[in-house]
């Protein structure tokens, strides 16, 4: 038994939009890595929670966690949590930019949220090397 056209025609026709050729605004990129970021601050917490913990329990307990916060591991999940702490912060800043009305035009709000990139990684390089300086490593 043969396909009917109409069949075979609904099978060949592409998905639209097709994921090769849209390419996803910036101001939805950062929605989303706004929500990452938000649940990432979670796990992050439950560290400093952890930290604190150990400084109040024993002398070594803390020692042990200072120990796994300063291996290169544990300096790059501190890393990810300081950039994802300034990242939600400059993305809660930018929310209540919008919601008093300001910069809700597509133009605007896609410089707003690429400032929200770049605000980011600089805040959390600015508090990294001034972390490195204040413990005289530099």
Request: hydrophobic share 50%; aromatic share 10%; proline share 4%.
């Amino acid at each position: 038994m043969s396909k009917s056209p109409a069949t075979q025609a609904r099978r060949e026709r592409p998905l639209s939009p097709h994921l090769s050729v849209y390419r996803p605004p910036i101001t939805m990129t950062m929605s989303i890595i706004h929500r990452i970021t938000g649940g990432a601050l979670y796990f992050g917490t439950l560290l400093v929670a952890v930290w604190l913990m150990a400084a109040a329990s024993s002398q070594p307990a803390f020692d042990w966690v200072n120990w796994a916060f300063g291996t290169w591991l544990g300096r790059l999940i501190l890393f990810g949590y300081s950039w994802a702490l300034m990242h939600h912060m400059l993305g809660g800043v930018r929310h209540l930019i919008w919601d008093t009305g300001a910069g809700l035009e597509k133009h605007t709000a896609s410089k707003i949220a690429w400032a929200t990139l770049a605000g980011s990684v600089l805040l959390t390089l600015l508090i990294w090397v001034a972390g490195t300086m204040a413990r005289g490593a530099l």
